[in-house]
């Protein structure tokens, strides 16, 4: 039976589930992609929420999405992106983050292999960097987990996305996870946010792969902020032995076009 890990990024959401982000309303925006994650992937392994979950870092955002995801929440981890409280992500949290205080990482195995989630969240910044305690963590988990293939999840890409605007506000210190990962091997792909488009190229030997938030959209290959005309989206990574596919689902149609 082949193993599901849907990765859902960028919920963005607000104060009031009715609320506009750049006149979307996010909230329904997720609530529609979730009406197609229950018909279709409803018995999917794993959820990874990628980050960027609250908008403004709102308390209201997080829990909106523990009403939202109820029934999906023990299948649920999490990291932060930058626009995420990290605190109030962990008191809303409590059965899914572990430990306090840190970063908000998550490691756990799925059908044989090893998942691994990322804290890239600076706080007060856009960008994205990994701590040197976390890197540690990083190489201790590589090293008591050798023999298992291992998937990497973090909010900010660590390569360029090829948009000028976006790749300014990258994760800052990928030079130091180069280090970890040369003696990883078992790690056969990274996943990432943070810029709200599908968009896939490598790091070193390993694919990365960004997935397009639940709300709005970020046109490729542009110098400065570009909304996209296509319908929000999320990510279906099927484990296959040792080896993974992927691709990207949307909703049939843009009902919200960012303004
Ligand atoms: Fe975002
Ligand atoms: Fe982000």
Known sequence: MTTHILQLSDFHLLKNHADELRGVPTADCLTDLLTLVRANYSA???FVLSGDIA??????????????????????????????????????????IAGSPGPVTFSCDVAGWRMIGLDSHVAGAVHGELCGDQLQWLADEFSQHRDQATLLFMHHPPISVE?????????????????????????????????????????????????????????????????????????????????FHTHIVRLPELKYPAT
């Not at 490598?202 to 694919?207: L, R």
């Open 44 to 46: 999917a392994d794993l």
């Open 55 to 96: 908008a403004y870092g709102d308390v209201e955002a997080y829990h909106q999405t523990r009403e939202l995801l109820a029934d999906l929440l023990p299948r649920c981890v999490m990291i932060p992106g930058n626009h995420d409280e990290t605190d109030l992500m962990r008191q809303a949290f409590p059965e899914t």
């Open 163 to 243: 948009s000028t605007w976006l790749d300014r506000i990258m994760l800052r210190n990928a030079n130091d996870l180069t280090k970890v990962l040369h003696a990883a091997p078992q790690v056969r792909g990274i996943f990432c946010g943070h810029v709200h488009q599908e968009f896939s190229g490598s790091f070193g030997a390993i694919p990365v792969h960004t997935t397009p938030a639940t709300a709005i959209q970020f046109a490729p290959h542009t110098e400065e902020l570009q909304f996209d005309n296509v319908p929000p989206g999320f990510r279906v990574i099927e484990l296959d032995g040792d080896k």
